[in-house]
């Protein structure tokens, strides 16, 4: 059999291709022979979209949302109204609370709730007691403000590492959450009385 020997352009085409087909090959080898890189995992810090706060933040911001729906209600109702409770033929309301007493009732509690270190047992009773004492609606309104401001510098010391601690029914988390609960449903019962003397909460009312 004779071998057709080219020469010219046709030749040095091939010899082209044949070399660039060899360099590749070589390359596809020497890829598949190297060992495969491990996929690079994400930090485990970096998680995108994701806010942490603080639990003091947390609670704090809650706490301020509380505090103004419930102040507000309690400055809402007439000095002269602060003795109301709902009347005898208007529902099951034997031995409620009076408005003024709903007051003094979490202004006190609020010792209790966020009293933390500052507030011994002792402290905490002798406090409730004063405060319960009181009758005109400045000085109640007062005893609301100071108990509310003693809520915050309690919740303004809770961290990651304490507020799990053991404290009173639970934790001091729990505490926070207890006492903010706490005003929630005596806020509902104040609430009941200004709409039972024809006056709208002020957190209700159309801006």
């Given at each position: 059999?004779?071998?057709?020997?080219?020469?010219?352009?046709?030749?040095?085409?091939?010899?082209?291709?044949c070399?660039l087909?060899?360099?590749?090959s070589a390359?596809?080898?020497?890829?598949a022979?190297?060992?495969?890189?491990?996929?690079?995992?994400?930090s485990?810090?970096a998680?995108?979209?994701v806010?942490?706060?603080?639990?003091?933040?947390?609670y704090?911001k809650?706490?301020?949302?509380?505090?103004g729906?419930?102040?507000?209600a309690a400055?809402?109702m007439?000095?002269?109204?602060?003795n109301?409770?709902p009347?005898?033929g208007?529902?099951?309301?034997?031995?409620v609370?009076?408005?003024?007493?709903?007051?003094?009732?979490?202004a006190?509690?609020?010792?209790?709730f966020?009293?933390?270190?500052?507030?011994?047992e002792?402290?905490?009773k002798?406090?409730?007691d004063?405060?319960?004492?009181?009758?005109?609606?400045?000085?109640?309104?007062?005893?609301?403000?100071?108990?509310?401001?003693?809520?915050?510098?309690?919740?303004g010391?809770?961290?990651?590492?304490?507020?799990s601690?053991k404290s009173?029914?639970?934790?001091?988390?729990?505490?926070a959450?207890?006492?903010?609960?706490?005003?929630?449903?005596h806020?509902?019962q104040?609430?009941?009385?200004?709409?039972?003397n024809?006056?709208v909460p002020?957190?209700?009312?159309?801006?």
């Amino acid at each position: 059999m004779q071998i057709q020997v080219l020469r010219g352009p046709v030749a040095g085409r091939l010899l082209c291709c044949c070399t660039l087909l060899t360099a590749f090959s070589a390359f596809a080898l020497s890829q598949a022979a190297a060992p495969a890189k491990p996929a690079m995992k994400p930090s485990p810090t970096a998680k995108p979209g994701v806010v942490h706060i603080t639990p003091a933040d947390g609670y704090g911001k809650l706490l301020s949302l509380v505090e103004g729906e419930f102040l507000s209600a309690a400055e809402a109702m007439p000095e002269d109204k602060f003795n109301f409770a709902p009347p005898a033929g208007s529902g099951n309301f034997d031995g409620v609370r009076t408005f003024g007493q709903q007051v003094k009732h979490v202004a006190g509690s609020n010792y209790f709730f966020f009293g933390g270190a500052d507030f011994s047992e002792a402290a905490t009773k002798a406090k409730q007691d004063e405060i319960e004492k009181l009758t005109t609606k400045a000085d109640i309104i007062k005893a609301l403000k100071d108990s509310m401001a003693q809520a915050h510098k309690y919740v303004g010391g809770l961290t990651t590492a304490n507020v799990s601690i053991k404290s009173g029914f639970g934790s001091r988390g729990t505490m926070a959450a207890f006492g903010i609960a706490h005003m929630m449903d005596h806020y509902g019962q104040m609430c009941v009385y200004l709409r039972m003397n024809n006056i709208v909460p002020p957190a209700s009312q159309k801006k």
